[in-house]
């Protein structure tokens, strides 16, 4: 079964300073990988989505991701935050090969940002 | 281009009633998904239709059931509603439903069983 991990539950990061946000994943095969941020009393919104080629990924906001196989690993990066950046952002892996089943998310990161 | 629409915002019930959730997708998306959210199990998948069929189901007890129209609007549906099904409730639609195509979320609908 495909699997998800986030372990940073909680990160604290002063404006300004660079982000990274760490996922690794369990799949098979090559999966296809998402990027959501979610702010308090919303719905979530993609930031970026890797399926096949560049293994960098750039996405809305000034965010990228790296996708490694070897690591299993699409970690999330941004060079400069900024207050607006404070959310839950969430990992997820879909299923390749065209299959309907749904997203496997991670627990989230809760990103808070220190003036 | 609209985004997805659910409703209501708020819901509060009683254990043991039932509740409908109501999903309208972006216009053109065939397929629309529900996810519940919780803080302790986090984003779980529910279902998914597309074309008014039921493509895929989650991991979660029968009281739990959905439906979509002609017009690619979805209603999920519990019953015998427990405490523990207080949560946000999501949808999604996109395009296909596949794993290429992108999921676009609604705001939800935070349902508490008290």
């Known amino acids: 079964a495909q699997s998800v991990t986030q372990p940073d539950i909680h990160i604290t990061v002063s404006e300004g300073a660079s982000l990274e946000l760490r996922c690794n994943y369990s799949?098979?095969?090559?999966?296809?990988l998402f990027w959501y941020v979610q702010s308090p009393g919303q719905g979530l919104q993609l930031l970026l989505k890797?399926?096949?080629?560049?293994?960098l990924v750039q996405g809305i906001k000034g965010f990228e991701a790296e996708f490694k196989r070897s690591q299993s690993s699409f970690n999330l990066r941004k060079p400069s935050v900024h207050w607006s950046d404070a959310a839950e952002y969430f990992c997820a892996v879909g299923p390749s090969g065209g299959g309907a089943d749904g997203l496997t998310f991670g627990k989230g990161t809760h990103l808070i940002i220190q003036p | 281009k609209a985004g997805v629409t659910q409703t209501p915002r708020y819901l509060i019930k009683t254990r043991g009633q039932q509740v409908t959730l109501s999903c309208s997708p972006i216009?053109?998306?065939?397929?629309v998904s529900w996810y519940q959210q919780t803080p302790g199990q986090g984003l779980q998948f529910l279902f998914e239709?597309?074309?008014?069929?039921?493509?895929n189901k989650g991991n979660f007890p029968g009281r739990f059931s959905g439906r979509q129209f002609s017009n690619s609007r979805s209603e999920m549906n519990v019953s015998t509603l427990e405490l523990g099904d207080s949560a946000l409730y999501l949808c999604?639609?996109?395009?296909?439903?596949?794993?290429?195509?992108?999921?676009?979320f609604g705001n939800g609908t935070r349902l508490t069983v008290t």
């Open positions: 799949y098979g095969a090559t999966p296809y």
């Open positions: 890797y399926f096949s080629g560049d293994t």
């Open positions: 999604a639609s996109s395009s296909t439903g596949t794993g290429d195509s992108p999921l676009h």
């Open positions: 239709y597309f074309s008014e069929t039921q493509r």
């Open positions: 216009s053109g998306h065939r397929s």
